[in-house]
């Protein structure tokens, strides 16, 4: 089946720090790969996304690659600031039709919080 | 100009009352979706539209149901609401349904009392 499985948070950052946070996935077919942010009282953002192995998703400075050898997405950044205290949601869209046709399946979301 | 908009922002209501919820996109995208997210920000698809043609379904009380007008619309009807509804509900757009990814609405906080 299709799944995703990302790090339990809350993560806590100074800013400036390094930021990593894990994602994983399982997947019939080839997959795209999306990583989204939802800030406060908003709705989802995409932030950046890949569609194929190898591929590296990059926005606003985060950046995430595309590893099929681990099924995995993780989300980087080099820098955080306080800005980026968000919920991030790793998500998958599987890359066949049928029962699956139209579905995002998303990780239960990591919350991220950056003090100054 | 918004592209996904959700109607109201915020809804309270009582037990047992039927309300709507109201999503447009002007994305020109052919499918639809809703999700709920409850408190601990778990999202669960509930139902998607591919012009204004119903695909999936998901296993959700039918009290709920949803109707698309059109491929421009999408809406949510719950009847006699319970308190285990309130939650956030989104809508997203998507063009076609093979890894687009999908544009989000900004939510409705349903509360329930």
């Known amino acids: 089946g299709n799944s995703v499985t990302q790090m339990e948070g809350p993560v806590t950052l100074s800013e400036e720090a390094f930021l990593t946070i894990n994602c994983t996935y399982t997947?019939?077919?080839?997959?795209?790969l999306f990583w989204y942010v939802q800030y406060p009282g908003e709705g989802l953002q995409l932030l950046l996304k890949?569609?194929?192995?190898?591929d590296k998703g990059s926005n606003k400075g985060f950046e995430a690659t595309y590893r099929k050898e681990t099924t995995s997405f993780h989300l980087e950044k080099g820098s955080v600031q306080v800005s980026d205290s968000a919920v991030y949601f790793c998500?998958?869209?599987?890359?066949?039709?049928?029962?699956?046709?139209?579905?995002?399946?998303f990780g239960r979301g990591t919350q991220l919080t950056v003090w100054p | 100009d918004t592209a996904v908009s959700q109607t109201p922002k915020y809804l309270v209501t009582q037990m047992g009352n039927d309300k709507s919820i109201k999503c447009e996109q002007n994305?020109?995208?052919?499918?639809m979706y809703w999700y709920k997210q409850d408190s601990k920000k778990f999202l669960k698809i509930m139902f998607s539209?591919?012009?204004?043609?119903?695909?999936i379904n998901e296993t959700v009380p039918n009290r709920f149901s949803p109707k698309s007008p059109d491929k421009a619309h999408l809406n949510l009807h719950i009847n006699s609401l319970e308190l285990g509804d309130s939650a956030v509900y989104f809508c997203?757009?998507?063009?076609?349904?093979?890894?687009?990814?999908?544009?989000f609405g900004s939510g409705t906080r349903l509360t329930v009392v």
């Open positions: 890949a569609t194929k192995a190898d």
């Open positions: 997947a019939t077919g080839y997959p795209s």
């Open positions: 997203a757009s998507s063009r076609g349904t093979m890894g687009y990814g999908y544009t």
């Open positions: 998500a998958l869209s599987p890359g066949e039709r049928g029962s699956t046709l139209g579905r995002l399946y």
């Open positions: 994305l020109g995208h052919d499918t």
């Open positions: 539209y591919n012009n204004k043609e119903l695909i």
